[in-house]
């Protein structure tokens, strides 16, 4: 089955720096690639999604790119803010009904003003 | 708010008890998840159904079911309840029958005592 490993754990930022945050991914089929953003005690919630006809895409601050012959996708959050602090998961699923979305263990992004 | 509902909002419960989590999709979604998120666990995909019929399943314990009714909502059955079972529960929904597009739900709350 589909493995997603999500570095790093942590990422502490200061207000209005940048933050990365990457994910690989074993199986070469899969083709949709979701980003969640969950604050403390709140519902995962759909921020960015890429699929594998595309490289890149923005949307405002944060965008996500993809590079499916090295297995990794990677998203890029700009100007950072005091209420991008979140958990953020990765995931990454095959086209097919049977499917499933494997997440990654998440990232812990801190932004201090 | 994603247009998923889940009730209850929290449930506490002794060991050995059984309890039902209730998810009901967004308009149109015929695709419900369910999820289990532990303090030191990611998302944990336990089950799918896609308009009535179950579709995938994950690390779903065989202290657990699911069903999913006519008119699309789900519900997830939580049997002998042991401590470990504590965690929250999401259930999420997408219109199509892959895995694309979750929209997760505000989950519910288990505690077992």
């Known amino acids: 089955g589909e493995n997603v490993e999500q570095h790093p754990s942590t990422l502490s930022v200061q207000e209005g720096d940048s933050a990365v945050i990457k994910c690989t991914y074993s199986?070469?089929?899969?083709?949709?690639f979701p980003w969640y953003k969950q604050e403390l005690g709140k519902r995962p919630q759909l921020i960015i999604d890429?699929?594998?006809?595309?490289g890149e895409k923005k949307d405002q601050r944060i965008a996500v790119t993809l590079n499916k012959t090295a297995k990794h996708f990677s998203l890029h959050i700009t100007e950072t803010q005091p209420e991008d602090s979140a958990v953020y998961f990765c995931?990454?699923?095959?086209?097919?009904?049977?499917?499933?979305?494997?997440f990654g263990k998440g990232t812990m992004l801190l932004v201090s003003p | 708010d994603s247009g998923v509902t889940q009730t209850p909002k929290h449930l506490i419960t002794a060991t050995g008890q059984r309890v039902t989590l209730r998810c009901s999709p967004r308009?149109?979604?015929?695709?419900v998840y369910w999820y289990q998120q532990s303090l030191d666990q990611g998302l944990q995909f336990l089950i799918q159904?896609?308009?009535?019929?179950?579709?995938a399943k994950g690390n779903i314990l065989e202290r657990f079911s699911a069903q999913q009714f006519p008119d699309l909502h789900s519900e997830l059955n939580l049997s002998s309840l042991e401590l470990g079972d504590s965690a929250l529960y999401f259930c999420?929904?997408?219109?199509?029958?892959?895995?694309?597009?979750?929209?997760f739900g505000p989950g519910t709350r288990l505690t077992v005592t």
């Open positions: 159904y896609y308009n009535g019929e179950e579709r």
């Open positions: 308009s149109g979604d015929l695709s």
């Open positions: 999420a929904s997408s219109e199509v029958e892959s895995s694309y597009e979750q929209y």
């Open positions: 890429i699929r594998s006809n595309v």
């Open positions: 995931a990454a699923t095959q086209p097919s009904g049977y499917s499933t979305l494997t």
């Open positions: 199986d070469s089929a899969s083709n949709y």
